[in-house]
T-cell receptor
Framework: DGGITQSPKYLFRKEGQNVTLSCEQNLNHDAMYWYRQDPGQGLRLIYYSQIVNDFQKGDIAEGYSVSREKKESFPLTVTSAQKNPTAFYLC??????????????FGPGTRLLVL | AQTVTQSQPEMSVQEAETVTLSCTYDTSESDYYLFWYKQPPSRQMILVIRQEAYKQQNATENRFSVNFQKAAKSFSLKISDSQLGDAAMYFCAYRDLYGGATNKLIFGTGTLLAVQP
């Protein structure tokens, strides 16, 4: 079955530690996205990538980094510079046609907690 | 900048009844897309329904339909014959027609729907 997988489901970070969240898709989508979800707020865009080896900052990129070495994979690293990393992280992907909905489909998410 | 507002933090409906969730948005664009996503307790975001602003006909998907009022910038979701499995957080989202390089979705803060048996 085609879809988006995220791992791990839960992740614990110690102070000063970098951690990496995995996102893999087999939908053959060109574009991938990372969102952060906090209680009482909608999703906020961290980073996005329209093509391999290229990515752009979203609205809240500070303290995060990404890479896009393969079309299927878009890992997110939460660095020690992110002072409030506790949140639910969602990865999404979409096709990139010239027109149309370009609907984003989401993975199951990763819950990040700080020890 | 575009914004999306969901003014009902929580709603409740009896099983088999109908409920309407509200969403308003602000944009200066004339063409755009609107979406409703469902987030059940598993927290997986699931697309419920989508609407193109340049289509006057309201979108429907089985028990789900929208009331799209472009002039009022309103995009409400109606759930008919509510089922226990409909209990979830519902998010309204907006995207510009072309989206630029971002294809950026702008989300509301969500409405938590409870379904009473």
């Amino acid at each position: 079955d085609g879809g988006i997988t995220q791992s791990p489901k839960y992740l614990f970070r110690k102070e000063g530690q970098n951690v990496t969240l995995s996102c893999e898709q087999n939908l053959n989508h060109d574009a991938m996205y990372w969102y952060r979800q906090d209680p009482g707020q909608g999703l906020r865009l961290i980073y996005y990538s329209q093509i391999v080896n290229d990515f752009q900052k979203g609205d809240i990129a500070e303290g995060y980094s990404v890479s896009r070495e393969k079309k299927e994979s878009f890992p997110l690293t939460v660095t020690s510079a992110q002072k409030n990393p506790t949140a639910f992280y969602l990865c999404a992907s979409s096709i990139v046609p010239d027109q149309g909905f370009k609907t984003q489909y989401f993975g199951p998410g990763t819950r990040l907690l700080v020890l | 900048a575009q914004t999306v507002t969901q003014s009902q933090p929580e709603m409740s409906v009896q099983e088999a009844e109908t409920v309407t969730l509200s969403c308003t948005y602000d944009t200066s664009e004339s063409d755009y897309y609107l979406f409703w996503y469902k987030q059940p307790p598993s927290r997986q975001m699931i697309l419920v329904i989508r609407q193109e602003a340049y289509k006057q006909q309201n979108a429907t998907e089985n028990r789900f339909s929208v009331n799209f009022q472009k002039a009022a910038k309103s995009f409400s979701l109606k759930i008919s014959d509510s089922q226990l499995g409909d209990a979830a957080m519902y998010f309204c989202a907006y995207r510009d027609l072309y989206g630029g390089a971002t294809n950026k979705l702008i989300f509301g803060t969500g409405t938590l729907l409870a379904v009473q048996p």
